[in-house]
């Protein structure tokens, strides 16, 4: 990996998310659909407390640090870095869970 100093900016910010919200793909529960909505309607409380109230959802946990990122702080890029962490543990854990069901029903 090759760090960069270029300065960011919403466009850039923008596409980054687009790429966190490709890797989260479709909400599985309620949960994760009411966060995705409230993301859509730029209502990130919303999402935050869906986060919060759903600790071990790393959908709700992606979605939650996106908001701020738009914000365009100094922390952006750590915010980006926790969102994009949570995302590919959201993947994971579906893909864990798809492979068992698979296997399982192998082996029934």
Request: hydrophobic residues 40%; contains cysteine; aromatic residues 4%.
């Amino acid at each position: 990996m090759v760090a960069t100093s270029s300065e960011l900016t919403l466009e850039k910010v923008q596409s980054a998310i687009a790429l966190i919200l490709d890797e989260l793909g479709e909400p599985l529960t309620q949960a994760q659909q009411q966060a995705l909505n409230a993301y859509k309607s730029d209502d990130h409380a919303k999402v935050k407390r869906l986060a919060l109230l759903n600790p071990t959802d790393y959908f709700c946990k992606s979605l939650g640090y996106l908001g701020g990122a738009l914000k365009l702080t100094p922390n952006t890029d750590t915010i980006l870095a926790e969102s994009l962490r949570a995302a590919v543990d959201h993947s994971r854990e579906v893909r864990l869970i798809n492979l068992g069901q698979k296997i399982g029903t192998i082996l029934e």
